[in-house]
């Protein structure tokens, strides 16, 4: 009678405790979801048209991204540090892979489009996982992610999981720009060729004359019976003194710093904005002075140069979920297809969060990587959940069809609500592997 009622309230514990989990995670991600829906409305309003959109996204990740790496990124990104953390950048390659993979064999199984490959191989890794953990952070969800936590650590729990959750997105940016434009150029190749040649009313390439300045040329069908040579024309006194002008070489670089300038044009055009805000963290996280001057209370820059930086970073959090749900709204939608639909969503909502918590509870508290719930939990969240929207960017990029692409973004975030299950389940894998800890 004793060990039934015993069972019983064991039972009851942890069904109350994931109750109350899974109610948590569901208010978090209906935040999230409404942050989405206020963007989507004032799009759909005509309040921000597409090219205003595109200016704010771009903003977006050129800058306020880069901020917040460099102030929540660098504080963790010190020398003791670097070993813990490297289960991260691994495990966001391997988790990627693994959904190219499967992408890919649903689009040769399933004969959809190519850009179901980078839909389902690609997550949201920064709006979407940072204005979540923010609100399960307001729930009090992320303080129960304490057991491993290193005691002089002085962030918060959300800066730590900030600070993980950004290494990720460094790694995911870099590898999807070298990715899925070749992948999405195979949706394009199908595209036929409109014009084979010159339209009719496309204007004939303009007549270099002995001065070596163009006019303007004029179309003898609009004009009528006005002549360009009849008479002087207006300004070519001016024409022999622009001759040398026209006639002269542009300045040329010294041939020494051609020869860094050509390898360093090539560096840089790889190197992504958010990568780097990486470098910069990481140059001024390992190296010791310049870590006090910056990141301590006490420095020099923090009340100043630190803390302009850690306001911008801060508007990413929000702005980028609500311009993620206003260009969903100013993309012009088409079908996307049932197939293509349910296999990329089946890929991020099912495939993926099933191998991340079978990998944690594999895995984790048995001494191959670091001891820390927090550490585990975002293994959870990183392959999971909706696909980024940098896939519609990198669609118009290539020149295919946004349209199919942007009515399957939408339908995809409208199922964001399920990450409160993922996020449940994690939980619950994650108690249960800290079990194996002493």
Not at 70 to 88: C, K, Q, S
Not at 208 to 222: F, K
Not at 226 to 237: F, I, N, V
């Amino acid at each position: 009678m004793q060990l039934n009622l015993a069972v019983a309230t064991m039972f009851d514990g942890r069904h109350s405790s994931l109750t109350a989990s899974v109610v948590a995670a569901l208010e978090g991600s209906t935040s999230v979801l409404l942050t989405l829906l206020a963007g989507y409305l004032v799009g759909h309003a005509g309040l921000l048209d597409h090219i205003t959109v595109k200016r704010l996204s771009s903003l977006c990740s050129q800058l306020f991204l880069p901020c917040l790496i460099i102030v929540e990124m660098g504080p963790e990104l010190t020398a003791d540090n670097l070993h813990r953390f490297w289960i991260i950048p691994v495990w966001g390659l391997v988790s990627t892979t693994i959904a190219h993979l499967v992408g890919w064999a649903g689009q040769a199984a399933l004969q959809t489009p190519y850009w179901v490959i980078v839909a389902a191989g690609r997550p949201n890794t920064s709006a979407m996982p940072l204005l979540l953990l923010q609100a399960l952070d307001n729930i009090g969800i992320l303080a129960e992610l304490t057991h491993g936590v290193d005691e002089t650590v002085s962030s918060s729990i959300l800066s730590r999981a900030r600070s993980l959750i950004l290494l990720n997105v460094v790694i995911q940016q870099t590898l999807t720009f070298q990715v899925a434009p070749s992948i999405l150029r195979k949706d394009a190749a199908g595209k036929s060729i409109e014009e084979s040649g010159p339209s009719s009313l496309t204007p004939a390439v303009p007549i270099q004359h002995a001065s070596h300045i163009n006019p303007l040329m004029q179309d003898p069908e609009r004009v009528g019976l006005l002549q360009d040579t009849s008479g002087p024309s207006y300004g070519s006194a001016v024409l022999p003194v622009l001759d040398p002008v026209a006639d002269s070489s542009p300045p040329r670089l010294p041939r020494a710093l051609e020869r860094i300038a050509k390898p360093l044009t090539k560096v840089l055009s790889v190197i992504s904005a958010p990568l780097f805000g990486a470098i910069i963290a990481l140059v001024i996280g390992i190296t010791p002075p310049l870590h006090r001057l910056v990141y301590d209370e006490e420095g020099a820059f923090y009340n100043t140069v630190t803390e302009s930086v850690h306001n911008l970073g801060e508007l990413y959090v929000t702005l980028q979920m609500f311009i993620v749900g206003a260009e969903l709204a100013t993309i012009p939608n088409a079908f996307p297809g049932v197939l293509p639909t349910s296999w990329a969503m089946f890929t991020r909502f099912i495939v993926m969060p099933a191998v991340s918590l079978l990998f944690v509870w594999a895995t984790a508290g048995r001494g191959w990587y670091v001891n820390d719930e927090l550490v585990w939990f975002i293994l959870v969240l990183m392959p999971s959940g909706p696909s980024a929207m940098l896939l519609a960017s990198i669609a118009e990029l290539v020149d295919v069809d946004q349209g199919p692409i942007a009515s399957y973004l939408t339908i995809s975030y409208l199922f964001s609500p399920l990450m409160a299950v993922i996020c449940s389940l994690g939980l619950f894998v994650v108690h249960d592997a800290s079990k194996r800890l002493p």
